[in-house]
């Protein structure tokens, strides 16, 4: 079993930064890990992904504002938040699955964390 805890979150102007991060604890066969959100009254949905190497996707809508990282030595992800807008308010949840691409679609996700509010005045 895998435990996910976000930690990062908080209130900030519109432009401002927030870096999030994600600690994995546990046995798992899941290498690839991600960030959904999802906004008052609204469904999850994708946010970023990165698999074991690296190699990551993102929506479309924080494209060139978000980047993934991960640190597979400490079991961490994280999630640089750079020029943030009134629309990226959201509970923000650390996730686990098999691949990646998976994941951009909202598949194969064996793990979820309990989210960290991120809220952005206008």
């Known amino acids: 079993q895998v435990q996910l805890v976000e930690s990062g979150g908080g209130l900030v102007q519109a432009g401002n930064s927030l870096r999030l991060s994600c600690a994995a604890s546990?046995?798992?066969?899941?290498?690839?890990m991600g960030w959904f959100l999802q906004a008052p009254g609204k469904e999850r949905e994708f946010v970023a992904a990165?698999?074991?190497?690296?190699?990551?996707a993102s929506a479309d809508s924080v494209k060139g504002r978000f980047t993934i990282s991960r640190d597979n030595a400490k079991n961490t992800v994280s999630l640089q938040m750079n020029s943030l807008k009134p629309e990226d308010t959201a509970v923000y949840y650390c996730v686990l699955g098999r691949r990646y691409s998976s994941i951009r679609l909202g598949a194969d996700i064996d793990y979820w964390g309990q989210g960290t509010q991120v809220t952005v005045s206008s």
């Open positions: 990165s698999s074991w190497l690296s190699d990551t």
């Open positions: 546990g046995r798992s066969y899941e290498i690839a």
